[in-house]
């Protein structure tokens, strides 16, 4: 069982930066599989990032590629996302995700992760 709570989350003018993090509590954190997804207002959640459990290999959509960067610290039971040049089309809600299954790190489908934190709103303005 993950506990998790994200923080970081706020208003932000378009090409500014935030930095989200992610705690978890819980057993074996450096045995999971990290991600962080977003839900839009009236749109599906969507897959953001994700980072293997070693923090070796990262992934992401092409959406937010060259501008979010994830990253954990397993000795602090943390992740992070890290957003650079921000647009307004980025406001949404973000979630931590976490699951132990190591084949996770390749889907970008929410399902496919078992924990999920309770979100963080962020808000692009133009």
């Known amino acids: 069982q993950v506990q998790l709570v994200e923080s970081g989350g706020g208003l932000v003018q378009a090409g500014g930066s935030l930095r989200l993090s992610c705690a978890a509590s819980?057993?074996?954190?450096?045995?999971?599989?990290m991600g962080w997804f977003r839900q839009a207002r009236r749109k599906e959640r969507e897959f953001v990032a994700a980072?293997?459990?070693?923090?070796?290999?990262?992934y992401y959509p092409d959406s937010v590629k060259g501008r979010f960067t994830i990253s954990r610290d397993n000795a602090k039971n943390a992740v992070y996302l890290q957003m650079n040049s921000l647009r307004p089309e980025d406001t949404a809600v973000y979630y931590c995700?976490?699951?132990?299954?190591?084949?996770?790190?390749?889907?970008?489908?929410?399902?496919?992760?078992?924990?999920w934190g309770q979100g963080t709103q962020v808000t692009v303005s133009s």
């Open positions: 819980g057993r074996a954190f450096s045995s999971y599989v």
């Open positions: 995700a976490a699951d132990g299954d190591s084949r996770t790190f390749g889907s970008n489908r929410s399902p496919e992760y078992a924990y």
């Open positions: 980072i293997s459990w070693s923090g070796g290999r990262q």
